[in-house]
Structure formats: structure tokens, C-alpha cells
């Protein structure tokens, strides 16, 4: 079991950008894939991101471009940095390890037109 623990969301306006961080109780190294998600008001979770072990991304259509997941394995942390950020990004943004099905609390980001 791994605990994950999402950091570093708020409020910004649209434009902005926020940094998130995942930071998990042991090492990551072994976790292969690790994945952000978000979950707004009314709607489904969605998958944002993914990162493997070997560093390989994809990113969901509506942030291609925008948003970028990066991992560094020496402080067991995953990284999700937003850019140009818009009012539809808001949500609550989880981090996953794909290989043993944890999620962390999320954490809340909002974005103001």
C-alpha cells in the first residue's frame, strides 16, 4: 500500500498557472505509471495525465498543450503543471498510481474568469 498526498492547488485567475505535486509515502520507482485526475462539480473523474516509469506522457485532449506531468523518482513525487489556465480546468485533481490502485485526497483548484 502507498499513501499519496496531493499539494499545491488554489485559486487563480484564468491565464495563470499552478504547479501540483504528489507526493507518496515510499518509493515511486516500482509504481510504473502514475496518473493525475480531476473531478468537477456534477461530472465524472477524468483521467488528465499519465506519466510511465520509463517517463513516457499522455495528456487528455482538453489540456494537451497546457498542462505537463513530470515525476522525479528521488523524492518519490509526481508533478502536474498547468499553464494558461481556464474556468473549465476547475476541479478537484487527484494523483493515482495505476499499478496498486491508490488515490490521494486531491486537491481543490479553481480558476475565475
Known amino acids: 500500500q502507498v499513501q499519496l498526498v496531493e499539494s499545491g492547488g488554489g485559486l487563480v485567475q484564468a491565464g495563470g498557472s499552478l504547479r501540483l505535486s504528489c507526493k507518496a509515502s515510499r518509493s515511486i520507482v516500482g509504481m510504473n505509471t502514475m496518473s493525475w485526475y480531476r473531478q468537477a462539480p456534477g461530472k465524472q473523474r477524468e483521467l488528465v495525465a499519465t506519466i510511465t516509469g520509463g517517463g513516457t506522457t499522455n495528456y487528455a485532449d482538453s489540456v494537451n498543450g497546457r498542462f505537463t506531468i513530470s515525476r522525479d523518482n528521488a523524492k518519490n513525487t509526481v508533478y502536474l503543471q498547468m499553464n494558461s489556465l481556464k474556468p473549465e480546468d476547475t476541479a478537484v485533481y487527484y494523483c493515482?498510481?495505476?499499478?496498486?490502485?491508490?488515490w490521494g485526497q486531491g486537491t481543490q483548484v479553481t480558476v475565475s474568469s
Open positions: 493515482k498510481s495505476e499499478l496498486i490502485g491508490s
